[in-house]
């Protein structure tokens, strides 16, 4: 991960304290709370677009009378938002329901008429099996309602070979039929309905906070993907970083590490925006 550096910073000396911890992407920051004045979360806000002159376009909202930028933390460091990714997500996982639906209609099309089946008959075959396959959540309850996707989901794709092989015989065909329209009202429906439960979580993890931050008479904002928990750091936990020389000052100046060995960088308010 890349982090915009700049001069003339003075970083404290001392960094016990306690610090709001977060991540982006995969990796935890700290920021400590002496410089935060206010958090919130982006639908409790009226956020405007101000242009610059370069033509880019400034986000801005009124806090405490006054006019505050907002920056988007992971084009700061370089990173990507979770929030976005998750947004992707949410579109995806109605175009996965639909294909599902659209899956069992056409199957249902075929034994009726005996046209050609053409949808996939693996599990690992259509696009959200091949998403499925490799996808793995930070969220620990999105995970538990992703793991409950593989049985029906399996099963409804293996129905096309066992029923369009059944209803090869004109006589099995009202059989192959009865079976199908059971699969819709219990394994369809299951499936279906676990893509709403995904989205519903998805929806409820893309809801961005906002930290207000005051640093060196200087008041500016910053959109997170999430907040983590408060942290109490010691100075026992503090690493120093020596991988910048003492005219590359970047927005960070170490790290914390816990017993548990999780890592945080400490980012440096200062620095931020420079």
Not at 157 to 184: G, M, R, W
Request: proline content about 4%; some cysteine; hydrophobic content about 35%.
């Amino acid at each position: 991960m890349s982090i915009q550096s700049t001069p003339n910073s003075s970083p404290p000396t001392n960094h016990a304290g306690s610090y709001i911890t977060f991540a982006c992407a995969d990796t935890h920051f700290a920021l400590n709370v002496d410089s935060v004045k206010y958090i919130t979360s982006i639908d409790a806000i009226n956020i405007q677009q101000t242009p610059l002159e370069n033509g880019v376009m400034n986000r801005i909202f009124s806090f405490a009378d006054r006019p505050v930028v907002l920056y988007s933390f992971h084009e700061i460091v370089g990173s990507y938002s979770q929030v976005e990714e998750n947004k992707n997500l949410i579109k995806s996982f109605a175009e996965y329901r639909q294909y599902h639906f659209d899956w069992m209609q056409d199957l249902e099309k075929s034994i009726k008429t005996g046209i050609s089946f053409n949808q996939a008959t693996e599990p690992l075959m259509c696009e959200f099996g091949k998403w499925y396959e490799h996808y793995k959540s930070p969220d620990e309850e999105l995970s538990n309602i992703l793991e409950k996707f593989d049985a029906p989901h399996k099963h409804m794709h293996s129905l096309a070979e066992t029923l369009l092989t059944l209803a090869k015989k004109p006589e099995n065909t009202d059989e192959a039929l009865q079976i199908l329209e059971k699969e819709k009202h219990t394994t369809l429906h299951t499936l279906l309905n676990l893509f709403t439960i995904a989205e519903t979580r998805l929806n409820d993890m893309v809801k961005q906070v906002i930290i207000v931050l005051e640093t060196q008479g200087k008041v500016f904002a910053i959109d997170l993907d999430n907040i983590e928990q408060l942290e109490e750091f010691q100075e026992t936990h503090w690493l120093k970083d020596h991988s910048h020389t003492e005219q590359e000052q970047p927005c960070y100046d170490g790290y914390f590490q816990k017993e548990s060995g999780d890592l945080y960088i400490n980012i440096n308010p200062s620095m931020l925006i420079q």
